[in-house]
């Protein structure tokens, strides 16, 4: 019960955090493309704060619910006197998620920070250039976020 809690945490963060990626990235950018510099950069950046302050608390809950469940896994092997050899898709899983953490804090905390800063200077040209680093690193992600689930969806068929 407890490992399928986990699992459930665990992958509805992913699916957020993925789905939200996607919407960013293919429905809201070339939406707000339509309105002029003053409007769209201001907008985009609310609306990407809002997101990347979901997605601090989706990645957490996506490394500890991994966690979790590698432990559990490990402790039920432990049980029956063998030692946990962690299947190759749970480890490119974990390694392709700490680096989407890892982006992810980039975005947020270098990139996001500078969109900031040029709203608050209403200095447009730099607040493009700062969506356009923000949307390249998304991509990025989105990437990884797609290969993680062919990676454990090929894993999981093997």
Avoid at 29 to 40: E, H, Q, S, V
Avoid at 139 to 152: C, E, M
């Amino acid at each position: 019960m407890a490992y399928a809690l986990l699992k459930l945490l665990h992958l509805g963060s992913v699916v957020i955090w993925i789905g939200g990626m996607f919407f960013a990235l293919f429905c809201l950018r070339p939406a707000a493309m339509n309105l002029p510099p003053p409007t769209r950069v201001p907008f985009m950046a609310d609306a990407l704060g809002r997101f990347f302050n979901i997605v601090l608390w989706l990645a957490l809950v996506a490394i500890g619910s991994g966690v979790a469940m590698m432990m559990l896994a490990a402790k039920a092997t432990r049980q029956t006197g063998a030692s946990l050899n962690m299947p190759l898709d749970w480890m490119v899983m974990a390694v392709l998620g700490l680096v989407m953490v890892a982006i992810f804090g980039h975005i947020r905390f270098a990139l996001y920070k500078r969109l900031q800063r040029a709203v608050t200077a209403q200095d447009w040209p730099a607040g493009g250039a700062a969506l356009g680093a923000i949307r390249t690193w998304v991509a990025v992600n989105l990437g990884l976020g797609a290969l993680i689930i062919l990676v454990v969806l090929l894993g999981a068929v093997s």
